[in-house]
């Protein structure tokens, strides 16, 4: 089973996602989207990424260019404080600049970090960007059957 099996997105969504995508220009940038059911909000997170690397550069030798972390307290937080305000998490966003929007094996390792998704009904929107302009949204869930991320539709609605 692959859940979900399609992300729709309103345009205010998607160019919520692609201003950030462009404000973070040249690292990654990283957020969740948030719904009541009837209108989604987006929620930028902070790319912890240099902060790790700046700590610890062994265990993260990447960049904020090439790689995004999300910082699991400030998630927390933005996930308990949408529950307590009735949303629920439909999806997860970053960005590769100047790279193509595909789920990379560290993407996965993030996403699955002990094999099996840490939210396994959420979609995974990967933005494609290039000198600042926005390629390419693809979004991508998990399947049981391949036991990893596989790309599904994402629509503009
Ligand atoms: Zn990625």
Known sequence: ????????VTS???????????E???????????????SDQVQRLENIQNKLHALDPETYPRTA??????DPKELEAILDNAQRGGNKLKAFYHSHPD?????????????SPFG???FPNTAQIVVS???????????????DEQEDFVEVPIKRV
Do not use: Q
């Open 116 to 118: 099996e998704p840490t």
């Open 1 to 8: 089973m692959i859940k979900p099996n399609e992300v729709l």
């Open 99 to 111: 790279h193509d929007a595909y789920f990379s094996a560290e993407d996965k390792v993030f996403a």
């Open 129 to 143: 960007i290039y000198h600042r302009e926005v390629k390419r949204m693809c979004a991508f869930a998990w399947s």
């Open 24 to 38: 973070a220009f040249p690292d990654e940038c990283c957020g969740v989207i948030l719904t009541n059911g009837v």
């Open 65 to 70: 260019v090439i790689a995004y972390a999300m």
């Open 12 to 22: 205010a969504t998607w160019d919520e996602i692609s201003r950030h995508s462009r």
